[in-house]
């Protein structure tokens, strides 16, 4: 839980460089925290994926309990879809797959000589099982089966083309051993000793860590070369920090505003993949009930142009942020999806008498008070952030302080993330600073399907169920039906014009108005390891925590001697 | 007997409270656990798969209408028979496995510090007591700063000094991990339990050990002025017997009688202390509960809290007459 | 400077007893409590105490009794304090010992040993927390450093029965005694190391009369079989004509009266005295009959 | 008996020893003799304790100076919500004296501002305290009874209940949380000791001649309890009522760390929530993570020092303890005289008889 609200806390630090030495010397019990095979013994790389203590042996794929290192070490996927940068899918357990004419057919040729941990041959029967278990059963999904040992084919309802990627990276269960586990045992059942495909298997849990052993079976030749990985349960970042620069850690990925100390002596280094998108949502769509000036696009521009993103990003992000596109596509990894014309980046610095040029053209004036009005409805609105979440709450002050410049009333207030919850599921609020989530493809589809589509929202006062996003009540016939065309097609021209009129709708009308694309910084040891994925080559999404990736980045590291 | 009667009465009500209030609070929960639930999961890794929501819904999603009575009951019925539910934060554990891990790290690291403070406290405050009036009275007012400094506070600075500046201590943990996969009961791991127990202790002996001194030394220095120690004096006794069983033997009982109820008071300064620390504790549980929105577990530590403070003045309850005769036979 | 009233008083009161030798001789005594303002509760106060005589000291309360039987104990306790004066005590053996010049180990050995005390609010001079035993005990062991543990024993056991207390009380504690028998298992403890002076103090103020008459009765008996020497205070002037051989009358600190029982009772010199007398009711009946001789008991 | 000496035992641990078991606010021979404290007004011996001990006059003295930096300090500073300046400059640079936080806000202006929350949630959580330790402990002990009873098993239950863990309990499940709400919290959950050390007393007050006679000439409980009962319990009443601030402000500090905290306003509690979140000790950024807690820790120190000395006026043996011992050496020094004296008055005896 990297981002979990209230322990993401931002640190470098000034004076711990000078004290690692000391520190050394004092845990002498194991000064180098079993980093890599410097000192000849087995190679342990030390992991921090967020998790905090007390860790509890939970290796199950379908329980909300989870444990990091479980999805890719121990569960692989058929294909995986690298998030971090544009590609092809890397073949795991399939080899490859290719659809029917109308996409809703999809055939995947499984790999061979594949065994599970526990000596079981794997086979496409484990796949069509894995299709078909209650637990994890692709929405649409009419029938999979395996025709051999080596096919599978799974029919489905609509075209597949933009969610195959969810299908492929969903982790593949062996058969034999859960096939007699019901769908709620299924979630509620501990699976202790996973028995999965995986280069690593579990050797040992502990309230503090638990320590994953290398599958010697594994079927990629001679990998994995480091002998075991140890998950640890810290309880914030500053401990993290501290145990990361006296090399207690290996790999960890969490937000530390000033990396200068920890990657100093350069056995740290750090690399920062920006994903997921830090907006303002609006309850912008009065017919479906929203209330408030925001509901008026001009004023939701006005918002748009006062922002001075830079300091945004410097105070409250410090200056770790990625710059966002109004089109919501990730650049330069979507940069084909970047329709003609489209602009590439918000605006970075704020322009105050623009904004107010839009104000007065939509007919509002400035009150005695310096506030714009209209109809004697000023232009006065509170953003709320959950509290706790600091760089949030800090944006938000940030943005009030920024919005008075042009006329604009913005009160900042927090509330509990229950309460947050509420008004955004329910749409009582106004303007709310909050995250969205990155696509876990190079493909702005997921986000305009789950943001912009008005099968996904509700009218205010009634619930946006679960697995539904859209909380701005954004409503458009033609952003709706170009979604659906751009789902329906595998051809990329195709989908780029349907994905020019989604782009150039929200551009102008800023449902959710961007703010930054929020920092995922992963920090590894490149003095004991190497294999590590690096801003040249970003083989596999970097965090430690990343789902599948994970899977790709163990199996590539070497141990240094 | 009456005396009985109260105590009786006193355990009773307690544990009713107890259990009543965390019966009562969750039913004043605003938002939905299940949204709570899938925003946290949506925020640790941006995905939130298919399985995840099903897992979910299946876990939070029924409610059944029935009556708040009888949902009491059978509340009552399932703490009775130990059950406090299931972990969110930690699906699928159960909330008692959870605290039965972490209960002896607590009961281990609390205790031992506030007796330690405990005994520190009296001594220190009878002896500057018994020498009230010398420069053994500067003692006190340096005492109570510590005692105001706000125990996270404090333990971060000896984090920081003592565990990342000067490197003398562990930073986070009960053991060392990178040692140890699991507890086990060899020597070097009882060392290293100590090693890692040293500065949480620290922070509570610091900032606990202040309130027995002030309280002892008062007391003392008011025995000191009792018919009895004079009469003791007449009669030629020693000055180390006046002050051990004349002033001391008498003065420490309030204190004595105090401790059980202080102890309340330390377990929850202990609870920001092992946050601090990483301390696998009821403490660390207790906050990771409220930061996931854990309500089964945050509830299900508070009793268990409650219940050991209970335990604690039951057992005081037993002993207390050995040490004041005035106690015993009651009638 | 001219000696004071008291002074005289005292020459005529040992022309009285001549016979009998001296055990505590206080001289000049003077005693201060050095608050703002200070307070001179003790002036020049001096009067020796003969072997085996009951000294009566009255005086309403606050008149300094108290801190005179303090002063000569060297009990006092700041900011009380001897401020002149001298207080000896002539041991059987003849040799005379300087009370002002004991401190620490020397006092503490002399204490109880040579002069024991009973105070006043027997409530509160026992140790809550401990029993009667352990309390007997600490005497021995602090001042009979040879005693067996039988030996402590069974010396409590006789303390006990002789002032009238059942011995199984031993295990009890003060809580569990009435009044009376607090002030009794006091007397017992004072008896423990057969002092040759005993300082009572109030004794028997607190207590109902018919307890208070048996205490007294008991501390006549004892002494006629120990012969120690009592310094008797009390505010109950009757009382004190009842049992003392000689009379002190304390007012302000000082001395104003001192004389045999008799002379005090038939032809008090002092207004302050006469004043005491005149507010009792007349006592009737043979004076003392009913304790010296046991009468109507 | 044996609960009662139980419950005295407790009233006096709970008054952190201010009141001895079975020992009230009564002279005691010693008391009178140094002063006849108990033959004044409260606020005369205060005034006496202030002349007679250090311990108030610097306790009160820093308190003031505390209390007066909370209201004067925000005039000469800029508001502690303007952001616009460069994130931790250190103190002293650009003007401002303590530095600036991640944000660019100026500590000390926040420093300021936070006092007075912080102060704001001690006072409101004080108040409260002593408020229903009042109700529950002289009521209660004033009355007797079953009502007694009941007040009595009441106070020992939220006694026992461990306070920070239900306060956690109860602002967790809290959406939005305003100082007051806070202050409430922090009050209701933290009064109990009080009313357990004041019960002991107004039991033992019950049985003065003078509350007697009141009672006998028919007046009502009320009344007695507030024209007889609660004047005499004041020092105390204020005793236990700073303990509850300082007990408060801790309180609030600690759930302010846990991120249940007030939301939307600055208290030192706050502020060091926020220093952690930024990690400022790592950082090096000292001017934001220590001042607030020394704050706390000197308004706390502050605070006890004056508890002392009102402890003294309640106990005037804890005075006059100290008093006795400090005038030994004197004494003894004047025994020595007088035993000098003693033997020239005794050699002259000898003269006078040979």
């Known amino acids: 839980m990297i981002r979990t609200e209230g322990l993401r806390r931002l640190l470098p630090a000034v004076a711990l460089a000078s004290s690692v030495a000391l520190i050394a010397s004092g845990c002498s019990s194991d000064s180098d925290g079993g980093s890599g095979g410097s000192s000849g013994e087995e190679s342990v790389l030390n992991v921090w994926a967020g998790s905090q203590t007390p860790l509890v042996a939970n290796f199950n794929p379908y329980s909300t309990g989870i444990q990091n290192g479980t999805l890719g070490p121990i569960y692989e996927p058929l294909f995986y879809f690298n998030r971090a940068a544009a590609g092809d899918p890397v073949p795991m357990l399939g080899m490859s797959y290719e659809f029917n004419e109308d996409g809703t057919e999809i055939t995947v040729k499984t790999r061979e000589g594949v065994t599970w941990n526990d000596g079981t041959p794997f086979t496409a029967k484990d796949v069509a099982f894995t299709w078909n278990y209650e637990p994890a059963k692709p929405l649409g999904l009419i029938s999979a089966e395996a025709t051999d040992d080596t096919t599978v084919v799974a029919k489905f309802e609509t075209a597949q083309y933009t969610t195959v990627a969810g299908l492929f990276m969903a982790a593949v269960v062996p058969e034999h051993i859960w096939k007699d586990k019901s769908a709620d045992e299924a979630l509620s059942w501990a699976n202790e000793e996973a028995v999965g495909t995986g280069p690593y298997m579990v050797e040992s849990t502990s309230s503090q860590a638990f320590t994953l052993t290398k599958n010697p079976e594994y079927w990629q030749e001679g990998k994995p070369t480091v002998e075991k990985l140890r998950y640890l349960g810290i309880n914030d970042n500053n401990s993290a920090q501290s145990l990361l620069t006296t090399g207690k850690i290996d790999w960890t990925a969490m937000f530390i505003a000033d990396t200068e100390p920890v990657t100093a002596d350069g056995r740290i280094a750090m690399v920062n993949t920006p994903q997921d998108p830090t907006v303002i949502y609006t309850c912008s769509n009065a017919e479906l009930g929203c209330t408030g000036p925001q509901t008026d696009v001009a004023v939701r521009q006005a918002i748009n142009l006062v922002l001075d993103r830079t300091e945004i990003n410097s105070k409250a992000f410090s200056e770790k942020a990625g710059i966002i596109s109004p089109t919501f596509a990730l650049m330069p990894r979507d940069e084909k999806w970047l329709a003609e014309g489209m602009p590439e980046e918000s605006p970075q610095t704020a322009d105050a008498a623009a904004a107010e040029k839009v104000l007065t053209d939509a007919g509002y004036a400035k009150g005695g008070d310096g506030i714009y009005a209209k109809d004697g409805e000023r232009v006065a609105m509170t953003l709320v952030s959950i509290d706790g979440w600091t760089d949030y709450n800090n944006a938000a002050k940030l943005i009030a302080e920024q919005a008075a410049a042009a006329g604009i009333e913005i009160t900042a207030s927090t509330a509990s993330q229950a309460e947050v919850d509420e008004q955004k599921t329910s749409g009582s609020f106004q303007l709310m600073v909050h995250g969205m989530n990155g696509t876990n493809v190079a493909d702005p589809y997921q986000i305009y399907l789950d943001w912009f589509t008005t099968d996904k929202t509700q009218p205010v006062g009634t619930t946006v169920p679960q697995g539904d996003w859209n909380f701005s009540r954004f409503s458009n016939p033609d952003v709706d039906a170009a979604v659906v065309a751009a789902a329906a097609t595998d051809d990329d021209a195709t989908r780029l014009e349907q994905y020019t009129i989604i782009q150039d709708a929200i551009v102008t009308d800023l449902p959710y108005i961007p703010l930054v694309i929020n920092s995922t910084m992963t920090f590894q040891n490149v003095k004991d390891f190497t294999g590590w994925p690096t801003d040249e080559d970003l083989y596999a999404f970097p965090p430690s925590w990343g789902a599948m990736a994970s899977g790709l980045v163990v199996t590539n590291l070497t141990p240094t001697d | ?331 | 400077m001219n000696p004071p009233v008291a002074a005289q008083g005292s020459h005529r009161a040992d022309g009285a007893v001549r016979a009998a030798d001296p055990v505590l001789t206080a001289r000049n005594v003077s005693i201060d409590y050095e608050v703002e303002p200070a307070v001179h509760a003790v002036r020049d106060v001096s009067l020796t105490l003969h072997r085996g005589e009951i000294l009566g000291l009255a005086g309403e309360s606050g008149c300094g009794k108290t801190t005179l039987a303090y002063g000569i104990n060297q009990l006092l306790r700041p900011p009380a304090a001897l401020k002149a004066g001298t207080v000896t005590f002539h041991d059987h053996d003849g040799t005379d010992i300087d009370l002002g010049g004991l401190h620490g180990e020397s006092l503490r050995a002399f204490r109880w040993d040579k002069i024991s005390m009973v105070f006043q609010g027997a409530m509160n001079s026992l140790n809550p927390v401990i029993s009667i035993r352990a309390q007997l005990f600490d005497v021995f062991t602090t001042h009979r450093p040879g005693m067996s543990k039988k030996e402590k024993e069974e010396r409590s056991q006789e303390l006990l029965r002789k002032v009238g207390v059942d011995p199984n009380r031993l295990d009890s504690f003060a809580h569990q005694l009435s009044g009376g028998m607090r002030q009794r298992v006091m007397i017992a403890m004072a008896l423990a190391l057969n002092p040759q002076v005993m300082i009572m103090d109030e004794p028997t103020t607190a207590l109902d009369v018919v307890v208070q008459r048996g205490i007294l009765r008991e501390i006549m008996r004892l002494r006629e079989e120990f012969n120690f020497a009592v310094i008797f205070i009390t505010h109950d002037l009757p009382l004190l004509l009842e049992i003392s051989d000689r009379i002190a009358v304390m007012l302000q600190g000082e001395i104003v009266e001192l004389d045999t029982a008799e002379n005090i009772y038939e032809n008090a010199q002092h207004p302050y005295t006469q004043r005491l007398l005149s507010s009792f009711p007349s006592l009737t009946g043979e004076r003392g009959s009913f304790i010296r001789t046991g009468e109507g008991a | 008996m044996a609960d009662d000496i139980r419950e005295q035992q407790l009233a006096a641990q709970a008054s952190g020893g201010g009141i001895a078991p079975a020992q009230i606010i009564e002279e005691t021979p010693t008391a009178v003799l140094a002063g006849k404290v108990d033959k004044v007004g409260v606020w005369r011996r205060f005034g006496q304790q202030l002349r007679r001990s250090p311990k108030l006059a610097i306790g009160l003295a820093m308190v003031v100076a505390i209390v007066l930096f909370t209201v004067v300090v925000p005039f000469f500073t800029a508001s502690p919500f303007a952001l616009d300046n460069p994130s931790l400059l250190k103190p002293g640079e650009g003007g401002h004296l303590l530095g600036t936080t991640q944000l660019g806000a100026d500590v000390l202006a926040q420093l300021a501002h936070g006092g007075r929350g912080s102060l704001l949630i001690g006072l409101t959580a004080g108040a409260i305290t002593v408020v229903l330790s009042v109700l529950f402990g002289v009521v209660g002990g004033y009355i007797g009874g079953w009502t007694d009873e009941i007040l009595f098993l009441i106070s020992s239950v939220i006694l026992v209940i461990p306070g920070l863990p239900l306060m956690i309990v109860f602002s967790s499940y809290i959406p939005g949380r305003s100082i007051w709400l806070i202050a409430g919290i922090l009050g209701i959950t933290s009064w109990a000791g009080s009313a357990i050390v004041l019960r002991s007393q107004a039991r033992s007050l019950r049985s003065r001649d003078y509350v007697a006679a009141s009672r006998v000439a028919g007046e009502s409980p009320w009344r007695i309890i507030f024209v007889e009962i609660i004047p005499n319990l004041l020092p105390l009443a204020a005793a236990q009522f700073l303990f509850a601030v300082v007990a408060a402000i801790l309180g609030e500090a600690g759930l302010s760390f846990l991120g249940l905290g007030p939301t939307g306003s600055v208290t030192w509690g706050t502020m060091l929530n926020d220093a952690q979140l930024g990690a400022a000790l790592t950082r090096g950024a000292w001017w934001w993570f220590i001042p607030p807690g020394v704050l706390i820790a000197l308004l706390g120190g502050a605070l006890s020092l004056v508890n002392f000395s009102i402890d003294e006026i309640i106990n005037p043996k804890l005075r006059t303890g100290s008093a006795q011992a400090k005038s030994v050496r004197e004494a003894r020094r004047k025994h020595k005289e007088s035993r000098r004296a003693a033997k020239s008055a005794r050699a002259e005896q000898k003269k006078v008889t040979s």
């Not at chain 2, 029935?66 to 028979?81: D, E, F, K, P, T």
């Not at chain 2, 600075?157 to 991990?177: E, N």
């Not at chain 2, 335990?311 to 309850?317: E, G, S, T, Y």
């Open chain 2, 1 to 331: 007997m009456k005396f009985y009667v109260r105590r009786f009465a006193f355990y009773l009500a307690t544990l009713w409270f107890a259990v009543t209030l965390n019966f009562v609070l969750p039913r004043l929960l605003p938002g939905d656990p299940a949204t709570i639930l899938l925003q946290k999961l949506a925020r640790q890794g941006g995905e939130v798969t298919p399985a995840m929501l099903r897992s979910v819904e299946l876990l939070l999603g029924t409610s059944d209408g029935a009556s708040v009575w009888s949902q009491y009951w059978s509340y009552l019925g399932s703490i009775l028979r130990g059950d406090l539910g299931v972990s969110i934060s930690n699906y699928p554990e159960q909330v008692t496995t959870l605290i039965g891990q972490a209960l002896p790290w607590t009961l281990a690291l609390v205790g031992l510090a506030t007796i330690i403070s405990f005994v520190l406290g009296v001594l220190v405050g009878a002896y500057v007591g018994w020498k009230r009036g010398t420069w053994a009275d500067h003692i006190i007012p340096a005492t109570t700063f510590m005692q105001s400094v706000p125990y996270f506070w404090l333990a971060l600075l000896l984090i920081y000094i003592f565990s990342v500046t000067l490197g003398w201590f562990p930073i986070i943990g009960g053991w060392d991990t990178w040692t140890f996969d699991n507890p086990e009961a060899s020597f070097a791991f009882l060392k290293d339990v100590i090693w890692h127990g040293t500065l949480p202790a620290l922070t509570i002996i610091l900032s606990s050990v202040g309130g027995w001194l002030l309280g002892m030394r008062n007391m003392t220095v008011s025995t000191l002025s009792e018919d009895y120690i004079t009469t003791a004096e007449a009669k030629g006794l020693r000055p180390s017997r006046i002050f051990m069983t004349y002033a001391v033997r008498n003065a420490a009982l309030p204190s004595i009688a105090g401790f059980t109820i202080s102890l309340g008071f330390v377990v929850a300064g202990s609870i920001v202390m092992e946050q601090v620390f990483t301390y696998p504790g009821l403490g660390r549980l207790m906050i990771q509960a409220v930061q996931g929105k854990d309500y089964a577990l945050m509830q299900g530590v508070f009793l268990v809290i409650t219940l050991t403070v209970l335990a604690a003045n039951f057992i005081m309850d037993m002993f207390y007459g050995l040490i004041d005769p005035r106690a015993r036979n009651n009638g």
